[in-house]
């Protein structure tokens, strides 16, 4: 079946909590409040199932969650953890869900009243595997909202669809989606703990699981962005590089385990090598922000690397056919034939950009 109406299926039962949410709260004392209050001051806070995973935390945090699971305790959780990254309190959220849906919001972000309200709305009569939302981008600087681009790529909204007929180019982000929590139970997968940027695992593992999904087209997630302490600011995407890379062959693994031989390509499988691709060019991307000699080391180390993990996606990671494609996609396909020995021109206007 191509799509239904999502009134097709029946009220959810009120007995339990219709989204879990994890909230990852590392040293964020500075944060976690505003973050847990969006919820607790919608109208919704008895669907929800927070989740407040204290990752070791050096500072006031761990005190800050505990007050907040007193102020409510049939909504609030917490787990008190040893730092493990932000893996490790994907995983162990999982564990402990109960929801009937699953949401991962980070403890500098937040949520709209609006959107959360109508969203559990929406949750409460659905059984897709995956729904998707647009989110807004929140300068730190100030404070202006921007609304991040159409997450249905043109397919159409409030309706249940098969997967197999999504568009290849439509672009899963971890503030656009929650999944139906039996889904990530039963998938059984691990995401990798102590580094960075493992919500493409995440994506790319549990979306592998998914059947169907509906496109919203309302905003929930408020996504904080400019802040020195962010995974994907420049100069700390250079220095945490090495798990970045880590991610990048992971799923890549993920890809060639259940992907490797096959001999037809459907529609999920095109997302999903879409989205690691995506990866790919963004570690060469890190990379070339490395000074020159040691970028062309690196580079050459990690081309070597994926052209023998996987020639399929050695062969389509720098591919013109996606929209979201960066500019220097055939120039890295010149600088391949040539073993990046002249790479040293675009290494100096890379770096120029965006140092």
Partial sequence: ???????????????????????????????????????????????????????????????????????????????????????????????????????????????????????????KKTECDIVLNPHYDVDALTGKKCQSEDVSNGNPYNRIMDIDFLDKDIFLAMHDVCFRTDVLKNAGEQIDEKCFYVDAEYIIYYFYHCRN??????????????????????????????????????????????????????????????????????????LMLLPYDQAKVELRGFDDKLRSKSEVLYGTCLDNDSKRRFIGSRILKILRKDDFRHFRLLNTVWRKKYS
């Fill in 213 to 286: 999904t509906i496109f919203l087209e309302f905003p929930v997630y408020d996504y904080y962005v400019g802040t020195k302490e962010q995974s994907m600011n420049h100069k700390n995407m250079v220095r945490r590089r090495k798990e970045h890379e880590q991610v990048v062959f992971s799923v890549i693994d993920f890809y060639e385990k259940h992907y490797g031989s096959a001999t037809k390509t459907d529609r999920k499988q095109k997302i999903i090598r879409n989205r690691i691709n995506m990866l790919i060019r963004m570690q060469y991307k890190i």
């Fill in 1 to 123: 079946m191509l799509y239904e109406s999502i009134e097709d299926h029946g009220a959810h039962g009120m007995s339990q909590k219709i989204l879990s949410v994890s909230i990852a709260a590392y040293n964020s004392e500075k944060y976690l409040e505003r973050c847990v209050r969006s919820f607790t001051e919608s109208g919704v806070i008895s669907d929800t199932e927070l989740i407040i995973v204290d990752d070791g935390s050096t500072d006031n945090t761990g005190v800050i969650a505990d007050r907040l699971h007193f102020e409510h305790p049939d909504d609030i959780k917490v787990i008190h953890k040893k730092n493990g990254g932000h893996g490790s309190t994907i995983n162990a959220s999982i564990k402990e869900a109960s929801g009937k849906y699953f949401k991962i919001v980070d403890s500098d972000d937040w949520v709209e009243k609006s959107g959360i309200e109508k969203l559990i709305d929406i949750l």
